[in-house]
């Protein structure tokens, strides 16, 4: 039996998958000779520099500056209605975001961010309103017998 081990044939041997690594810089004729696979000349070609290299700013550098510019969340405006708006209305009916939102005067974002009523225009029915509202708009709503419930 220690005869068969002795006789080894070439198809009977362990594959082995590892590969050798690149020899580079070992003559012109290994095919990875002289400059090594890295072209020639440049910063690239001589020393270790970060995979990150590009060869120009780095990338947040690039962005532009937004310092100073203030909280992008809250310069979102508020919506605002005239009182022209809200003609659709019967008297004494009370005049919320909900009602803005059915009625499809304001939408559901609208509503989040802020509603103001201003003095734009003319009211001829008694509303009950249930939202920020500007003085002339409070006057013009307390003249026909309104109320404001400040929101």
């Known amino acids: 039996m220690e005869a068969n081990k002795l006789n080894m044939k070439l198809n009977e041997l362990i594959k082995i998958n590892a590969r ?8 012109v004729g290994s095919g990875k000779g002289k400059t090594a696979g890295r072209g020639t ?3 690239k070609a001589r020393g270790k520099i970060p995979a990150t290299f590009t060869g120009s700013l780095a990338f947040f550098k690039k962005l532009p500056l937004k310092r100073g510019k203030g909280n992008l969340n809250l310069s979102e405006k508020i919506k605002v ?9 019967k008297a004494k009916e009370i005049v919320d975001t909900e ?3 059915l009625a499809k005067i304001i939408s559901k974002k609208d ?3 802020g509603v103001k009523v201003l003095g734009g225009g ?3 029915t008694a509303l009950i309103i249930k ?4 003085d002339a708009a409070r006057k013009k ?3 026909v017998g309104g109320k404001v419930m400040d929101a």
């Open 122 to 124: 003319d009211i001829e």
């Open 20 to 27: 050798s690594n690149k020899r580079l810089g070992r003559g």
């Open 81 to 89: 209605i005239n009182l022209s708006q809200l003609t659709g209305f």
């Open 141 to 143: 709503i307390e003249k």
């Open 99 to 101: 009602k803005l939102i």
């Open 111 to 113: 509503a989040k961010k």
């Open 131 to 134: 939202l920020s509202v500007s």
């Open 41 to 43: 000349k440049g910063q």
